[in-house]
């Protein structure tokens, strides 16, 4: 299996408003940039759509880790949210139906090619590809108007 790495980043401008997302894919030297964006979205929304386009870019099954800055996506896996949302038939620990599921029942679907794990990074810092990625979020909002 190839062993890949990818940035992600959302970003919104207002939140609810327009929303940008960037994904920087790595493997052995290469490096592909995806971005994209929605008139009307989430911060939360961009963060897990970054995920999902990055990992469905990829033409075959690999070992990827992906980094993000996103608490919310990382701790979905990382403390094992998705897997007390699915138990619990998507409802959060209040009983609500839990946000964004179409998005990640479809993080969920993309991940099933992969081995797929997620380490969080400090955003807006010292990172050079997640703030590559957050600049290529916000480009992709300034492209929306």
């Known amino acids: 299996m190839k062993d890949i790495m990818i940035y992600t980043d959302g970003a919104c ?26 008139k009307l979205t989430t911060n939360n929304r961009m963060e897990l759509v970054s995920v999902i ?3 469905r870019a990829l033409k075959e099954s690999c ?12 701790n979905g ?12 038939g998507w ?7 839990v946000e964004n599921q179409d998005l ?10 992969h081995q797929v794990s997620y380490v969080k990074v400090k955003g807006h ?3 050079e590809w997640n703030n590559h990625c957050d600049k290529l979020a916000r480009e992709a909002i300034k492209s929306l108007a």
């Open 77 to 88: 896996f990382q403390q094992r949210w998705i897997d007390n949302w699915q138990r619990n």
């Open 13 to 38: 401008s207002g939140n609810p408003g327009p929303g940008g997302w960037g994904a920087v894919l790595m493997y052995e030297g290469n490096i592909k940039e995806l971005s994209g964006g929605e």
């Open 53 to 55: 386009q990055a990992l």
């Open 104 to 113: 990640w029942k479809a993080l969920l679907k993309e991940m099933e090619r």
């Open 63 to 74: 070992k990827v880790t992906v980094y993000s800055d996103s608490a919310y996506v990382v």
């Open 91 to 97: 409802q959060n620990s209040k009983k609500q139906p």
């Open 125 to 127: 810092s010292d990172n």
